[in-house]
């Protein structure tokens, strides 16, 4: 069966320092990758979705990135945080034609 | 362009008590459609889909149906518990596209 990674689940980081999240989805191929942002009881933000390797469709103009390396694998940077990255990040993975998005557990990132 | 409009929440329901969180779409192909759960602290968990006009998604006692006539697909339980208690995301995907388009949630209060 298919499974999706993120980590860490929680991380504090002082503002102007660096981000690295990862998320890794297991047993499927190809898969259609997401980022999103949920600020404290708001809704999803895309943020960023891959079709494949190297394939990086950005959504919203801001200071974080994201890449695809291999496959199954999916990071979000940042050079440089600022107060307003705060929130929940969730990963998701999907097939395609009607296929749902299935979600990791996020990542809530808190900036100081 | 495509989109999903649900009702807004808080939603404050005695345990036992039938439920119903409105969501329409607005969709230029042909969307498959979703009901989404999230519990505090976790990601997303899909929780029922319909993929074609007419058809009901069914899951731990919440059904919906894709109504083409009136591009709906409202959620409802028949009797709630305390544990429903969660914000509720309707999404839509047309067919073989790469974005879900996602209402803002709702949220779900189940007193005892």
């Known amino acids: 069966s298919q499974t999706i990674h993120q980590w860490p689940a929680t991380l504090v980081q002082p503002v102007g320092s660096p981000l690295s999240l990862e998320c890794t989805v297991e047993?499927?191929?190809?898969?259609?990758l997401y980022w999103y942002r949920q600020a404290a009881g708001r809704g999803l933000q895309l943020l960023f979705y891959?079709?494949?390797?190297?394939?990086i469709s950005s959504e919203v103009p801001q200071n974080l990135s994201a890449s695809r390396p291999q496959d199954r694998q999916f990071i979000l940077s940042s050079k440089k945080l600022l107060l307003s990255d705060s929130g929940f990040y969730l990963c998701a993975w999907t097939v395609d034609r009607d296929q749902p998005q299935h979600f990791g557990d996020g990542t809530r990132l808190s900036i100081l | 362009g495509d989109s999903v409009t649900q009702m807004e929440g808080p939603v404050t329901l005695s345990e036992e008590a039938f439920l119903t969180i409105n969501c329409t779409y607005t969709a230029t192909g042909y969307p498959s459609l979703f009901w989404y759960v999230q519990y505090p602290g976790e990601g997303l968990q899909l929780l029922l889909k319909?993929?074609?006009?007419?058809d009901k998604g069914s899951n731990k006692g919440f059904e919906a149906t894709y109504r083409k006539e009136t591009t709906s697909f409202h959620l409802e339980k028949g009797s709630v518990q305390v544990s429903d208690s969660a914000v509720y995301f309707c999404a839509l995907r047309v067919y073989n596209f790469n974005k879900f388009y996602f209402g803002s949630g709702t949220k779900l209060n189940v007193k005892p």
């Open positions: 047993g499927t191929s190809n898969p259609n």
């Open positions: 891959s079709v494949g390797i190297g394939q």
């Open positions: 319909a993929t074609k006009a007419d």
